[in-house]
C-alpha cells in the first residue's frame, strides 16, 4: 500500500461548480499535511497547509479526518485557472520527510 | 529575489554517460531536498539535507546515484553510469527548518537518458 493515495481523476468540472477531492494516508503518526498545486510542465507549489480544526484560504477549504486517516480538498466556484494537479503532501512524525500523493488531475471547462 | 536555481534545464544523455544536475538553494534556507518525477511513480523523494549534511538517503535508487552538498549554497545530484530508465524530471527544493512543510521548487531538470 502506498503511503500517500490519490484519485488521479482527471476530475472534468464544470466552470464555476464545486468539486472536491480525497487523500488518504496510510502512516497514522502521520502529523502535518498540505497541499500542493502543479500545473503542466511546472513545479509543485505550495497551495495551503491543511490544519486539525479545518481551514480555508478564498475558495479552497482543506479538512483533515484522522480517524479515518485522509484529508480532502474542496474547491468553489472553480475557475478555468484552477486546472492543475492538486499534490497531496504528508509529513511523517519523525524528521521532515514530506512525501508526496500521485496527485489529482482537475479539468475546469467552459 | 531568485528562487532556487537548477541547471540544466534539460539534458540528453547516452546510456553509460555520466550526468550531473546542480542545484542553488533559496539563500538562508537551511533544507535542501531532491526528488524524482516520473508519470508512473509520482514524485519521490531522493535525499535531503539540513545544514549541508546528508539526512535521509534511503530514496536513492542504487549505488549509481549520488548526491553532495559541499557548502550551503550548492549541491549536486550525480548518475554514473545513466540507464534509460532514470529519465525523469529532478527537482530540488529548499525551505527553512521551522516550516518544512512549504518548499520551494525550482524548474526542475529535464533527464532523458536514449
Known amino acids: 500500500r502506498k503511503e500517500v493515495e490519490q484519485d488521479p481523476g482527471p476530475f472534468n468540472v464544470p466552470e464555476g461548480a464545486t468539486v472536491a477531492f480525497n487523500c488518504t494516508y496510510s502512516?497514522?503518526?502521520?502529523?502535518?499535511f498540505f497541499w500542493y498545486r502543479q500545473d503542466c510542465r511546472k513545479e509543485p507549489k505550495l497551495l495551503m497547509s491543511v490544519y486539525s480544526s479545518g481551514n480555508e484560504d478564498g475558495r479552497f477549504t482543506a479538512q483533515l479526518n484522522r480517524a479515518s486517516q485522509y484529508i480532502s480538498l474542496l474547491i468553489r466556484d472553480s475557475k478555468l485557472s484552477d486546472s492543475a494537479t492538486y499534490l497531496c503532501v504528508v509529513n511523517k512524525a519523525a524528521g521532515n520527510k514530506l512525501t508526496f500523493g500521485g496527485g489529482t488531475r482537475v479539468l475546469v471547462k467552459p | 529575489d531568485a528562487g532556487v536555481i537548477q541547471s540544466p534545464r534539460h539534458e540528453v544523455t547516452e546510456m553509460g554517460q555520466e550526468v550531473t544536475l546542480r542545484c542553488k538553494p533559496i539563500s538562508g534556507h537551511d533544507y535542501l531536498f531532491w526528488y524524482r518525477q516520473t508519470m508512473m511513480r509520482g514524485l519521490e523523494l531522493l535525499i535531503y539535507f539540513n545544514n549541508n549534511v546528508p539526512i535521509d538517503d534511503s530514496g536513492m535508487p542504487e549505488d549509481r546515484f549520488s548526491a553532495k552538498m559541499p557548502n550551503a549554497s550548492f549541491s549536486t545530484l550525480k548518475i554514473q553510469p545513466s540507464e534509460p530508465r532514470d529519465s525523469a524530471v529532478y527537482f530540488c527544493?529548499?525551505?527553512?527548518?521551522?516550516?518544512?512543510?512549504?518548499?520551494?521548487f525550482g524548474s526542475g531538470t529535464q533527464l532523458s537518458v536514449l
Open positions: 527544493a529548499s525551505t527553512f527548518g521551522t516550516y518544512v512543510g512549504k518548499l520551494f
Open positions: 502512516n497514522s503518526a502521520s502529523q502535518s
